[in-house]
């Protein structure tokens, strides 16, 4: 892992008022809201239609922003790595567990992060292009052994962002402890795993600005603290 962080665009959090709005407002126009109204003859009004009508073209409009984000960020890690490895995440635990706001909104965003579809798209395009994939299994823990000491912390939720190891003292992101655990797990160096030289991580940092992709750079040197734990929020290391 290089270290760095793709933001999730969060696209249902940006357009959830206008399906709220578009909802309430079909909703409040005249038309069958159930069979026997229908057979009684009330008929769909113009407003209805065309509030119907704002609303698919909202959701096509979501879907469409999604699939190209999703691809440009596959095209962007196949092209630059020659091995990607790739972790089978259990996403029902995660939505389930109490992060975010409340659960609806921890279930909402793992949703909208679409990490089935990602990953899919990743195993296609590595594939045509020759590129190596491996994959961790279900239920291996990554992000709550320390990589440096190998200490098992637990009693973590998906609301903890950085690990705080006991016994060694580190602290370190999770997702990018992960990462190195990952390393670790499939027998892999940082060089063989993602298959880059460093002159390479330019080149793809530039493509990721090309392509509009916003990034964060996880600094593997700074001691977190506890008031540094922020909520969690979908993102791809890398």
Request: hydrophobic letters at 30%; glycine letters at 6%.
């Amino acid at each position: 892992s290089n270290g760095l962080l793709v933001k999730n665009p969060n696209i249902l959090e940006k357009i959830e008022k206008h399906i709220i709005h578009l909802q309430r407002k079909s909703e409040r126009c005249i038309h069958p809201h159930s069979k026997r109204q229908h057979k009684k003859g009330v008929q769909k009004s113009k407003n209805y239609i065309k509030a119907c009508a704002r609303y698919s073209k909202l959701l096509r409009r979501s879907w469409s922003i999604r699939d190209d984000f999703d691809q440009k960020l596959t095209t962007c890690l196949v092209r630059h790595y020659s091995g990607i490895a790739l972790e089978t995440l259990n996403i029902e635990p995660m939505s389930k567990d109490n992060i975010g706001k409340n659960k609806r909104q921890g279930n909402k965003l793992n949703r909208d992060a679409a990490w089935n579809t990602l990953k899919t798209l990743i195993i296609n395009k590595a594939k045509r292009m020759g590129r190596k994939i491996a994959q961790v299994p279900a239920f291996t823990k990554t992000s709550s052994v320390c990589s440096h000491c190998g200490y098992e912390v637990e009693g973590l939720t998906v609301r903890n962002r950085i690990l705080h190891c006991p016994n060694c003292g580190q602290s370190i992101e999770r997702d990018y402890n992960a990462a190195l655990n990952i390393e670790k797990y499939l027998g892999m160096g940082s060089s063989e795993a993602s298959g880059s030289k460093p002159a390479d991580c330019g080149a793809l940092l530039s493509d990721f600005k090309k392509n509009r992709i916003v990034t964060t750079q996880v600094e593997p040197g700074r001691k977190y603290t506890r008031k540094s734990d922020k909520s969690f929020v979908p993102a791809l290391l890398v």
